[in-house]
């Protein structure tokens, strides 16, 4: 146990120092990585037993990887650009105006729906890459549109690219192992709907979760970037946080007992979508006084990036309809959605065009590259149909592109260090070193499980957002402890589907705080050097999340009464109620 110990605390360290660095000292994730990184490779070499070999292999596997994000990245900045030059955003701008010029009102509709949409369609931190700039023009300062962009990757996550952290991460997780077999043949299912019936807990669980999150953007936003620094005026708006949370919660639960993991976060979102915004139109549940931020020149310096598409909108422009100016981000949509439905065709082709670099350096790691199937190609195709929709002119184009290019830079080196860090964490088990040792993140859990024993259905989401913090992958997450979180379940007599799904839970929270999708979504709106002051604002829902969801399962394996998950939920419920009051008074 003691040995357990000190190595659960050195696999701990390159994360501890990356997380002081960042949010303790306030250093940009362009330097806070590559110490991360140095870190990560010694504890490799000197305790894992990594060789050179293996390390520079992990470490190009997670450069292409990184390849793969700016990519994604470009194409939104890119879009942005585009629609800043055509005009396009100054008749969004308005639109949005038209339907509530709340500022709560239009971060829940942006954010929390349209966000779930593109989660449930694309995922790869797509919403963010979309909400956070389109928030942005609307007239958000950056950091508060990063910062929606971040909370709102909690609830649909786990069922992201249509159902990507299930069908893949789950199932690639479970495969294989006879205790599971056995555990299926108890039930009397099949694997694929022993699939599905993982699916509906998650679904669960994120449902009660998610129900606040709406409410926790709206307070937020007035808390931290009001005139008045008052998260009381983001209550104001309550009824209709509420309203949009089940909105968009109640058909994703029905989806997901319906019709299993693909579509619940996709048909939520566009559903809620759609039902909030008519409700909107029509005033329904809307405050009395709309809120708005304090005058530009009243805000500080670090909510400010250096993308300001206001300052791009030229008044000659002639004024372009709401269809046409709305059609790209349609597109994006649609062609998201059709290119992630392997019925209809296109999915197995564009994800079968892959550059493949296997068996890095003669080890058996393995890295691909997908340049058709990655949302990054989705966005040129639409920026490209934009030239023509929106009849732009060479100048203009020549301009977005100048923009884009500038913007792009300043999320390169901390993505370049934070992938290969994560790539060799996560590659340092007995198929890469010489010491026997389980990798560090299964290092990591291990020690955390030793410690809670039977509490272990409170702490298993810490376990799933520490995976997605390391990877930024709520699919990856899953893959990586999965099987160990079943494992662990069953030796302690608990429900073993409760547990498991609660990691996919807690997997999809760690996205509110992975240090690469905060460094990708503020590249998006030009925030680069801030990410530890956006961390401490989003671990505060982060860690609501996880302890709901902790207390939620244990309450599901063990019942109500005096045990630990009732008196966590009850705690927790008191904390909320008396913020509540504090906010109010």
Request: overall charge neutral.
């Amino acid at each position: 146990m003691d040995s357990l110990v000190v190595l659960s605390l050195l696999a701990l360290l390159p994360l501890l120092s990356i997380g002081v660095l960042l949010v303790g000292f306030r250093w940009p994730a362009k330097h806070a990585m590559p110490v991360g990184y140095v870190i990560v490779v010694l504890i490799a070499l000197s305790v894992w037993g990594m060789d050179l070999v293996n390390i520079a292999a992990a470490s190009i596997e997670g450069l292409i990887i990184a390849g793969g994000l700016l990519y994604i990245v470009f194409g939104a900045l890119l879009l942005l650009a585009t629609l800043t030059a055509s005009g396009a955003i100054q008749t969004i701008r308005a639109a949005f105006t038209q339907i509530s010029p709340d500022r709560r009102v239009q971060a829940i509709i942006i954010g929390w729906l349209f966000g779930s949409f593109i989660e449930g369609a694309s995922g790869f931190g797509t919403p963010a890459a979309v909400a956070s700039p389109l928030l942005l023009a609307l007239g958000f300062p950056a950091m508060a549109a990063v910062m929606v962009g971040l909370v709102i990757q909690s609830t649909p996550v786990s069922f992201g690219a249509v159902g990507t952290p299930i069908l893949v991460g789950v199932s690639g997780g479970l495969t294989g192992s006879p205790e599971v077999d056995a555990r299926m043949m108890e039930l009397g299912l099949s694997f694929p709907d022993y699939l599905a019936h993982i699916a509906v807990r998650v679904a669960t669980i994120h449902a009660v979760a998610g129900t606040l999150v709406p409410l926790f953007v709206s307070c937020m936003l007035t808390g931290f970037f009001g005139k008045n620094r008052s998260f009381g005026e983001g209550l104001q708006v309550w009824k209709f946080a509420l309203f949009a949370a089940f909105a968009m919660t109640v058909p994703y639960l029905c989806v997901a007992i319906v019709l299993g993991p693909e579509f619940p976060a996709l048909l939520g979102g566009l559903i809620g979508l759609g039902i909030v915004t008519f409700a909107a139109r029509k005033g329904f549940l809307l405050p009395d006084e709309p809120w708005d931020f304090g005058p530009r020149s009243e805000w500080e310096t670090e909510w400010m990036g250096n993308v300001d598409p206001s300052k791009e909108v030229a008044a000659d422009r002639p004024p372009m309809g709401i269809g046409r100016a709305w059609l790209p981000y349609v597109l994006v949509a649609l062609i998201l959605v059709v290119s992630r439905m392997p019925s209809l065709g296109l999915q197995p082709r564009l994800a079968g065009v892959t550059w493949a670099w296997s068996n890095i350096f003669g080890t058996s790691i393995t890295s691909t590259f997908q340049p058709l199937y990655l949302p990054g190609f989705m966005f040129l195709v639409v920026i490209l149909a934009t030239y023509a929709i929106h009849r732009m002119t060479l100048p203009q184009i020549k301009e977005s592109w100048r923009v884009a290019g500038s913007q792009i830079a300043g999320a390169g080196i901390a993505l370049l260090f934070a992938l290969p860090l994560v790539r060799v964490f996560i590659n340092s088990g007995t198929a890469f070193n010489s010491s026997g040792l389980e990798s560090m993140p299964l290092t990591l859990a291990e020690g955390a499980a030793a410690l809670a024993t039977g509490s272990w259905p409170f702490f298993a989401p810490w376990i799933g957002a520490l995976g997605a913090f390391i990877a930024g992958s709520n699919t990856v997450s899953n893959l990586t402890f999965s099987l160990f979180q079943f494992a662990t379940a069953q030796n302690i007599a608990a429900i073993p589907e409760v547990v498991v799904a609660v990691q996919a839970v807690g997997g999809a929270a760690g996205n509110m705080i992975t240090v690469h999708n905060v460094v990708a979504a503020a590249a998006t709106v030009g925030l680069m050097g801030r990410e530890g002051l956006l961390i401490r604002k989003t671990v505060f829902p982060m860690t609501y999340y996880c302890v709901l969801a902790g207390s939620l399962a244990f309450i599901w394996v063990n019942g109500l009464g005096f045990n630990l998950g009732t008196v966590a939920l009850v705690a927790l419920m008191l904390v909320l109620w008396a913020s509540i009051r504090k906010m109010r008074a």
